[in-house]
T-cell receptor, first 114, second 116 residues
């Protein structure tokens, strides 16, 4: 069974600075998806960024980018120019290409200081 | 476009009562998921459906929990009888199903259940 590990329960970043959230996963599959979801206090789950495992290029969405290391099974999220609105719980998630389950990590609370 | 719609947003009930949570997936999606979120256990997959058929219900904690999907646009998660330890936020999510391009799940806003 696949597992996702987020080793940082909480992180803090100063506004306008850069922060990196860590995620590792365990799988025997070669094709899969990886995601970062954001959950603000409103509790809505919002997709931040996705990565297909067959793509070598790291995904980027505006201020959000990932460092995908397939061999190391690592998938970190970098947030540049942090904003107060980035404060939320961030979940790393794995989904098999041919399966339906989305497996979540435990989450990292990100606090943004002004 | 309407997203995944869940009701109720909040439910407070007493132990022993029946609770029914409802979900309307995004039109055209053929996979539907029920997740439970608690502080202690994080996000847990309870059950998921593909083309209205339950595929994996191994996450359903007990026989007190049941889920149905009578058609492509509606699903329910029922707890009978409810217990205080069932207090959690229950999320419904939908997606296009096996092998789709994006793999993304679209989540509803969740139903916060409190069992007294």
């Amino acid at each position: 069974a696949q597992t996702v590990t987020q080793s940082q329960p909480e992180m803090s970043v100063q506004e306008a600075e850069t922060v990196t959230l860590s995620c590792t996963y365990d799988t025997s599959e070669s094709d899969y998806y990886l995601f970062w979801y954001k959950q603000p206090p409103s509790r809505q789950m919002i997709l931040v960024i996705r990565q297909e495992a067959y793509k070598q290029q790291n995904a980027t969405e505006n201020r959000f980018s990932v460092n995908f290391q397939k061999a190391a099974k690592s998938f970190s999220l970098k947030i540049s120019d942090s904003q107060l609105g980035d404060a939320a719980m961030y979940f790393c998630a794995y989904r098999s290409l041919y399966g339906n389950k989305l497996v979540f990590g435990a989450g990292t609370i990100l606090r943004v200081k002004s | 476009d309407a997203g995944v719609i869940q009701s109720p947003r909040h439910e407070v009930t007493e132990m022993g009562q029946e609770v029914t949570l409802r979900c309307k997936p995004i039109s055209g999606h053929n996979s539907l998921f029920w997740y439970r979120q608690t502080m202690m256990r994080g996000l847990e997959l309870l059950i998921y459906f593909n083309n209205n058929v339950p595929i994996d219900d191994s996450g359903m904690p007990e026989d007190r929990f049941s889920a149905k999907m009578p058609n492509a646009s509606f699903s329910t998660l029922k707890i009978q009888p409810s217990e205080p330890r069932d207090s959690a936020v229950y999320f419904c999510a939908s997606s296009f199903g096996l092998g789709e391009i994006t793999g993304e799940l679209f989540f509803g806003e969740g139903s916060r259940l409190t069992v007294l």
